[in-house]
């Protein structure tokens, strides 16, 4: 392991969980059914279940890890292998850019989904935001063997694929403090959001 990683591990990794958790769950209803899809460890998705009252949390990934915080199953990346509606709520925490198609999972996401999609990624946005983002990525994921093929997109482009989807965007929490300071002026600085999609018949 690199002292990069292993600062980052140190530094980042904890502070993350608190975070997201956090933050996720203002966005997911009491008594809710969430897939995290992408669960990696399952830290996340537990802290989160430990913060909706009620709620039952189920994980997919592609690399299923034997020791995570929750149940996981497998798939094969593009095909979320449960039925219309089976879920309240479907989860993307750093996701969307391990794919090729972005679009094509969320289009999943919508049918699976009964209520809402959230989604906790990037914007390509701003100076030097490609070689921050994939720097971030090689640091968090590389030494777990996932997939990184860099594919981010800007505020317009995530506007625009909602729009397609016919979901209904709520204003995106961009202020997350995921670094302590003074790392979060550079790996912060609005690169990062927390966004709620509503499906059909929630607004």
Partial sequence: MSLVEALHGRFVVERRVRVLAEALARFVPDGSRVLDVGCGDGR???????????????????LVRPDAAIPVDAFDGETL??????????LFVDVLHHTDDPERLLREARRVARRF???KDHYL??????????????VGNARHGVRIPYNYWSRARWREAIRTLGLV??????RLGLFPVPLDWVFGRGLHFVQRLGCAGDG
Avoid: N, Q
């Fill in 169 to 174: 965007g709520e204003e995106p929490l961009r």
């Fill in 81 to 90: 292998p449960h039925p219309d509606g089976s879920f309240d709520v479907v």
């Fill in 125 to 138: 946005d701003g100076w030097l935001a490609g070689p921050t983002l994939r720097f971030m990525d090689r």
């Fill in 117 to 119: 999609i959230v989604i």
């Fill in 44 to 62: 996340i998705a537990k802290a989160l279940g430990a913060r909706v009252p009620g709620s039952e949390v189920r994980g997919l990934d592609v």
